[in-house]
T-cell receptor
Framework: NAGVTQTPKFRVLKTGQSMTLLCAQD?????MYWYRQDPGMGLRLIHY???????AKGEVPDGYNVSRLKKQNFLLGLESAAPSQTSVYFC?????????????????FGDGTRLSIL | AQSVTQLDSHVSVSEGTPVLLRCNYS??????LFWYVQHPNKGLQLLLK??????LVKGINGFEAEFKKSETSFHLTKPSAHMSDAAEYFC??????????????FGRGTQLTVWP
């Protein structure tokens, strides 16, 4: 069972370079999310998507772009990398969540991408 | 607005002794609450989930958490720690309203160390 797969697992970039992080899920989840994790900060939401072709900003969206062209894939792009974007990036996915408490679906996480910007 | 406060950034226990990881939350509505665990160089794994069906929630690996609305707390406990429990633990509250359905708000994490 693959679950949520992130590629690459590690990457080192120079300031100003661009790159795309790929997230793929095989659970037919409607919702997908990108987070960054920094020491002592927990996880902060960058962008998310509630369906194919739709994306929305999270808490810390600046400097990132996303696309959800296929239901199973969610791409995170850095157009011009900055040292402040050095972090561990996690992708997650979940089934659609409804308004009832019992509808709240847990999120399933990938193993992360460790990104260093020099 | 939703927020989560994990009261301890680090907790150390001896193997075989009880574990208590404390969490307080703030939510404008009846919240959904979760505990996730993260082992080194891994993603987050769901331990347990509270959605008002029962105030005492049992999770995997012998963990459980009790929802106390009057105290706005959702503390995680385990009767007897095992070496494999050493990890970082995150308390999480969910926003289920409006256009942000399903968004999670994370605490800053509690690092659990288990001594032999």
């Amino acid at each position: 069972n693959a679950g949520v797969t992130q590629t690459p697992k590690f990457r080192v970039l120079k300031t100003g370079q661009s790159m795309t992080l790929l997230c793929a899920q095989d659970m037919n989840h409607e919702y997908m999310y990108w987070y960054r994790q920094d020491p002592g900060m927990g996880l902060r939401l960058i962008h998310y998507s509630v369906g194919e072709g739709t994306t929305a900003k999270g808490e810390v969206p600046d400097g990132y772009n996303v696309s959800r062209l296929k239901k199973q894939n969610f791409l995170l792009g850095l157009e011009s990398a900055a040292p402040s974007q050095t972090s561990v990036y996690f992708c997650a996915s979940s089934h659609r969540t409804g308004r009832r408490e019992s509808d709240n679906q847990p999120q399933h996480f990938g193993d992360g991408t460790r990104l260093s910007i020099l | 607005a939703q927020s989560v406060t994990q009261l301890d950034s680090h907790v150390s226990v001896s193997e075989g002794t009880p574990v208590l990881l404390r969490c307080n939350y703030s939510s404008s509505y009846s919240p959904s609450l979760f505990w996730y665990v993260q082992h080194p160089n891994k993603g987050l794994q769901l331990l347990l989930k509270y959605t008002s069906a029962a105030t005492l929630v049992k999770g995997i690996n012998g963990f459980e958490a009790e929802f106390k609305k009057s105290e706005t707390s959702f503390h995680l406990t385990k009767p007897s720690a095992h070496m494999s429990d050493a990890a970082e633990y995150f308390c999480v509250v969910s926003d289920r309203r409006g256009s942000t359905l399903g968004r999670l708000y994370f605490g800053r994490g509690t690092q659990l160390t288990v001594w032999p």
